[in-house]
C-alpha cells in the first residue's frame, strides 16, 4: 500500500509540475541503477520519451517530466545498467552451419566420446534432402589425431560432403573423402604455414583436417544456405542475445551472400539491437576483397550501422598459425601426442602474419579512404605487433584514429607494445571466458607456449592500468552467449564450473566496475555508437537492462548467476523473463 500510494503521490507531483514540460512516455522509478556515467555514476529513476532518456537522476527528478499518461515501473529496488555491447560475434560465419548440427565447444569440456555422440545424434535428424553435412562447433583439441581423419569420417557419413568446423568459427576444419574431392584438393596441395596447411598422415596424405586458409577450397563448393535459412539462423542468434542483455552487436565476419538475408531482417524490423556489419576483408589467407568489391556489396544492400571489414592476421594458438614475438615451445608432448603435432622448428613455421606489411598498411589505408572501419583478428603478440605497426602508418598520416580500427582477442599482447595501444587509440577487444583455467587453456594453449609467453596470457589488470581501453565479446555461437560468466572469470581468474583448479593470474583480475564499463561504453566506442548508446544519461538512447541482482552487492562467485529480467532498446522492452 504505501509503494501504491508513492507511485501515486510521483504522478500527483508530476502533474502539477509538468505542464508544458516535456513528458515521458515511460518511468521507472525507485531503482539503483547504475549508469556509467561518471559525472552521475547511480539513478534512483530514468524517464524516457521517443525511445530516448530525458531524465536520469532522483525520482523527484522524475516527477518533474511525469504525468499521468505516463507508464510507471515501480522497480521496487532492482538493479538496471546499461545495456551489454558484444562486438564480436558470427551470426552470419556460423550460425547458418549450426542450422542443422551444433557440436559441443571447450566451454562445455567435452570428451571426444561427447563430440562424436553428439555428431551422431545430428545424423539421425539431418535432412535426407542436404547434400552436405554440415556441422560446427566441436572442440578439436579435445580430440586425437586418429579420430580426426577422413578415415573416421567415412565411416559416419559415407554417402555425401562431411564439413564439420571446429569451435572457432572457420579457422579450422575436419572432412571426409567426398568434401576433399568436391573441394579439388589432395596430397599435391602446396602447404604454406601458418596461412594455409593440412594436417598430413605419414606417408603425406591429407589426414582429414585443414588448417586457415586451407579451408576455403571446400567453402567455395559448400551448398548454399538459402536467405530464408540465413535469417532464421540469424535471428536465433539475435534473439538469444536479448535474453542476455545485449543491446549492441558487431557480425565479425559477412560476406557477399549474407547481406540481402539482413537487409531482409532490417526492413522486417527483426534487428532490435544497434548494429555494426564487418565485411570480409580476407579470410585465412593474404588474398583481399578489393575495396570496390566491399563498397558495391555496401552500396547494393539497405543494412543496419555503419561500415566495417573484418581481416585476418593470424588463426589460432593451438594450431601453431599465430605469429609470436618469441615464438612457440619447440618441443612439448603435447603438441607432439595432439591433433596438431609440431616440429622443432615452430617458431620459423610461424615467423610472419597472414598479411605482409606493405600490404597491411596500405589495404588498410585504403579501406580508411573509403569509410570503413577495420576489425582485425590478432590473438599472439607477434600477430598484434603487425596489426599495430600497420595502423600506425595509417593514424599518423592521418592525425587520429578517426574511424577507429582495432584489435580483437589479444590475448598475448607484449608489455613493449602497450603504450601503442593508448598512443594511438586502439581498443583491444579480449574474450574473458579464456581468462579462467579450462581443459581448452591448460591442455591445447599451455603446451605449446614458452613457460615466459604463457606467463604474459590475456594480462587484464597489466593492460587496463597502461590506459588501454578494454572492450569485451563473446565470440559466438564459437563460444556461449553468456557474458555474465565471462565477467566472473574475469574478475576472479577462476573457472565458475571448476572453482578446484584455482586462479589463473590472479594479480590481473579486474574489478566489477571496470569490467560493467568494459561490457557497455568501451564496446559503445569501438562501435562508433558511444554518443548514442553505451550509458544511461540523458539524450542517450533507452538501452538498459534490469538485472536479478546488484552485481556490486553480490560475491564476485554470484556473477555468473545472472539472469536478465527484462531488455530494453529505444525504450522498448525487447525481452521479458517469463
Not at 556441422?135 to 565411416?155: P, V
Not at 606417408?203 to 586457415?212: F, R, S, W
Not at 559448400?222 to 552487436?249: N, W
Not at 597502461?466 to 552467449?481: E, M
Amino acid at each position: 500500500m504505501l509503494r501504491t500510494a508513492f507511485v501515486g503521490l510521483i504522478l500527483l507531483m508530476a502533474t502539477a509540475a509538468g505542464v508544458g514540460a516535456e513528458t515521458a512516455d515511460t518511468a521507472y522509478i525507485n531503482g539503483k541503477i547504475y549508469t556509467v556515467d561518471a559525472t552521475k555514476p547511480w539513478a534512483e529513476a530514468v524517464a524516457i520519451k521517443d525511445g530516448k532518456f530525458i531524465a536520469v537522476g532522483s525520482n523527484d527528478d522524475v516527477a518533474a517530466v511525469t504525468t499521468e499518461d505516463t507508464k510507471v515501473v515501480d522497480l521496487d529496488g532492482r538493479f538496471a545498467m546499461p545495456g551489454i555491447g558484444d562486438p564480436h560475434i558470427h551470426p552470419a560465419m556460423v550460425m547458418p552451419r549450426r542450422a542443422f548440427c551444433s557440436l559441443p565447444g571447450s566451454f562445455f569440456e567435452p570428451t571426444e566420446e561427447d563430440i562424436i555422440k553428439a555428431l551422431k545424434d545430428c545424423l539421425k535428424t539431418y535432412p535426407d534432402d542436404r547434400k552436405w553435412v554440415m556441422a560446427s562447433g566441436a572442440t578439436f583439441a579435445a580430440m586425437s589425431k586418429e579420430t580426426l581423419t577422413r578415415e573416421f569420417l567415412d565411416k559416419l557419413i559415407p554417402d555425401r560432403p562431411a564439413f564439420i568446423e571446429d569451435e572457432t568459427g572457420g579457422h579450422q576444419i575436419w572432412f571426409n573423402t567426398k568434401a576433399m574431392e568436391a573441394a579439388g584438393v589432395d596430397r599435391t596441395f602446396v602447404d604454406n604455414p601458418p596461412e594455409a596447411f593440412f594436417d598430413r598422415t605419414d606417408d603425406g596424405d591429407l589426414a582429414g583436417v585443414a588448417n586457415e586458409g586451407a579451408v576455403n577450397p571446400f567453402i567455395a563448393v559448400l551448398e548454399p544456405v538459402d536467405t530464408k535459412v540465413k535469417k532464421i539462423a540469424f535471428t536465433r542468434l539475435l534473439d538469444e542475445a536479448l535474453s542476455k542483455g545485449i543491446t549492441m552487436f558487431g557480425d565479425a565476419y559477412v560476406f557477399e551472400g549474407d547481406l540481402e538475408a539482413y537487409e531482409q531482417l532490417q526492413k522486417e524490423g527483426k534487428i532490435k539491437q544497434h548494429a555494426v556489419l564487418y565485411l570480409k576483408g580476407n579470410l585465412g589467407t593474404a588474398e583481399l576483397t578489393p575495396v570496390k568489391e566491399l563498397e558495391r556489396w555496401w552500396n547494393s544492400h539497405d543494412l543496419p550501422g555503419t561500415k566495417g571489414v573484418k581481416l585476418g592476421m593470424g588463426g589460432s594458438l593451438e594450431s601453431i598459425s599465430e605469429a609470436l614475438v618469441d615464438g612457440y615451445a619447440s618441443e612439448t608432448p603435447a603438441a607432439k601426442d595432439g591433433p596438431f603435432p609440431v616440429d622443432d622448428a615452430v617458431p620459423e613455421r610461424n615467423s610472419t602474419p597472414v598479411i605482409p606489411a606493405d600490404e597491411f598498411a596500405q589495404y588498410v589505408a585504403d579501406l580508411d579512404k573509403a569509410g570503413f572501419q577495420v576489425k582485425v583478428h590478432a590473438i599472439g603478440d607477434g600477430a598484434v605487433r603487425a596489426t599495430l605497426d600497420g595502423y600506425e602508418r595509417v593514424i599518423e598520416a592521418n592525425g587520429n584514429n578517426r574511424l577507429r580500427h582495432h584489435i580483437d582477442h589479444c590475448s598475448l599482447v607484449h608489455p613493449d607494445d602497450f603504450q601503442r595501444f593508448v598512443d594511438l587509440n586502439v581498443t583491444c577487444t579480449i574474450w574473458p571466458p579464456l581468462n579462467a583455467p579450462g581443459n581448452y587453456n591448460l591442455g591445447a594453449i599451455k603446451p605449446v607456449l614458452k613457460p615466459m609467453t604463457w606467463a604474459r596470457m590475456y594480462p587484464n589488470r597489466s593492460m587496463w592500468d597502461s590506459g588501454i581501453r578494454l572492450v569485451t565479446h563473446t565470440d559466438a555461437p564459437a563460444a556461449p552467449l553468456w557474458p555474465w560468466w565471462g565477467m566472473e572469470a574475469s574478475a576472479t581468474r577462476q573457472n565458475p564450473k571448476r572453482p578446484e583448479l584455482g586462479a589463473m593470474g590472479g594479480d590481473q583480475a579486474l574489478t566489477v566496475a571496470e569490467l560493467v564499463k568494459a561490457y557497455t561504453i568501451n564496446p559503445a566506442w569501438s562501435l562508433r555508437i558511444d554518443e548514442v548508446t553505451g550509458s544511461i544519461e540523458e539524450g542517450k538512447f533507452a538501452d538498459m537492462i534490469l538485472l536479478n541482482h546488484n552485481l556490486f552487492e553480490i560475491p564476485l562467485t554470484d556473477i555468473h548467476k545472472t539472469k536478465v529480467l527484462k531488455t530494453i532498446i529505444k525504450g522498448e522492452a525487447v525481452y521479458e523473463a517469463q
